[in-house]
């Protein structure tokens, strides 16, 4: 499920306007979606790794419903109003990485190295006859990334686990929107360079099975990241008026993993 910050979050729960002024808003509400991650790794007989990986995301979200408009004490309406939103996410890691057991029981994988991300949102927001707003908002960046896998055995296979890490990334911010209060119309776009800090974690279990060729693993658990202002948009038409917002992934994740000998 995506998360947004700020402006960004919000949408009308209630369309009616009365004399100009509309002052009920929610959640953006975003539907649960699928996504997926592909990964493929080195191991060294030294304990190290090389590691690439890419996650993807992608869903769109739509709501429909009816409102009305007064002003001056005139009626209008009623209208059909109309709210599409696309989130999208890809996020490529190159990991470099170390094996270190701290005792009989815990271990814990430290590593290195660059992501590049991908992150994405087109936008619909339409009143019938009366409004339309069309924007899309787009990052792409690059940077170092640093973080954690740590584990604790507990027997027969099982583990239980916690997975951190960070990125500092640097890239274009930009955006481009389309708005119609009709019979006007006004177009917004703008670009700006950002350093985005992203943080992400990982919390489940897994079982590992060994078998004659390697080792095969099925884990579980729950994923969070976070980009902090990655996205920003401006409808000021005298002067500047920029909103910013973070863009976030969360939810339950299952996966499966075999670790052979390929030599």
Known sequence: ??????????????PSVVDGVSTRFGDLDPDWGWGFKIEGSYHFS???DLNVNWYHWEHETTHTYAGAFSFGGANFGPFSVYNRFEPKWDAVNIEFGQHVDFGEFKNIRFHGGFQYARIETDYRDAVTGVFLNSTNHRYNGFGPRVGMDMSYDLGNGFAIYGNGATAILVGDSKFNSNVAVFPASFSFSGSKTAIVPELEAKVGAKYTYAMAQGDLSLDIGWMWVNYFNVLHESFA???????????GLQ?????????????
Request: aromatic fraction near 14%; proline fraction near 7%.
């Open 46 to 48: 030294t304990g190290n």
């Open 251 to 263: 939810g339950p994740y299952v996966g499966l993993k075999w670790v052979g000998n390929v030599a």
């Open 1 to 14: 499920e995506p998360v947004y910050d700020a402006d960004f979050g919000y949408r009308r729960l209630n």
């Open 237 to 247: 038409i005298t002067g500047p008026d920029t909103r910013v917002s973070d863009f």
